[in-house]
């Protein structure tokens, strides 16, 4: 049984600091992993995607992957109140599904 | 350009009646998948489809669902006798390529919210 847990929060960090949302992941062939945001009552938007170890820079997000600990996360520099949403992680072993985990709720507060 | 749409947005049924869902993806995306998410949780995969090939419904929860893709771009899945579990909201996605390669992104639409009384 493939499986993506996220912690489902909330998560809460008063605006400007750093929110860091990780992920864990047990399928070991996953290669790609991506992050969306969901806000409430819309559909998930992509955040970044990664295929490989260590990080990748987008903005003020930051993707951090290693694959050896199974482990990928998200971290948002600078957090504002627009970012307070779900954050969706999601393993794709190569040439299967997407798998989802639950979703961490993040709250950043004014 | 035009994004994944996705229509009722809402629909209301009685238990035991059948539903229709559809899914417009983007224009040219080979790959469309529909997914299931109740309230609070996580994203549940129902079906993919990718061009021509025959569709992946290891992700369908029982017999009562359904769905085809004509053309392979317009999708529609059907809910047959709907039960009370089966309220949720149904999103769609589409993807340019299908997931034999690295994998791509998916696009979803705004989703279609279920209920059934």
């Known amino acids: 049984q493939k499986e993506v847990e996220q912690n489902s929060g909330p998560l809460s960090v008063p605006e400007g600091a750093i929110a860091s949302l990780n992920c864990t992941y047990s399928d070991r062939v996953s290669q790609s992993f991506f992050w969306y945001r969901q806000y409430s009552g819309k559909s998930p938007e992509l955040i970044m995607s990664?295929?490989?170890?260590g990080d990748k820079e987008d903005g003020r997000f930051t993707a951090q992957l290693n694959k050896a600990s199974q482990y990928v996360s998200l971290l948002i520099r600078d957090s504002q109140p627009s970012d307070s949403a779900t954050y969706l992680c999601?393993?794709?072993?190569?040439?299967?599904?997407?798998?989802f985990g639950p979703g961490t709720r993040l709250s950043v507060l004014p | 350009g035009a994004g994944v749409s996705q229509s009722p947005s809402n629909k209301v049924t009685e238990k035991g009646k059948d539903v229709e869902l559809r899914c417009d993806p983007i224009?040219?995306?080979?790959?469309l998948y529909w997914y299931r998410q109740s309230l609070g949780q996580g994203l549940e995969f129902l079906i993919y489809?990718?061009?021509?090939?025959?569709?992946?419904k290891s992700g369908l929860p029982s017999d009562r669902f359904s769905a085809e893709r004509t053309g392979g771009s317009v999708s529609t899945l059907t809910i047959q006798r709907t039960q009370q579990e089966d309220s949720a909201v149904y999103l769609c996605?589409?993807?340019?390529?299908?997931?034999?390669?690295?994998?791509?992104?998916?696009?979803f639409g705004p989703g279609t919210r279920l209920t059934v009384l």
């Open positions: 999601a393993a794709v072993p190569y040439g299967q599904n997407f798998v």
């Open positions: 990664i295929y490989s170890n």
């Open positions: 996605a589409s993807s340019p390529r299908d997931r034999g390669r690295i994998t791509d992104t998916q696009y």
């Open positions: 489809f990718q061009g021509n090939s025959a569709p992946d």
């Open positions: 224009s040219g995306h080979t790959a």
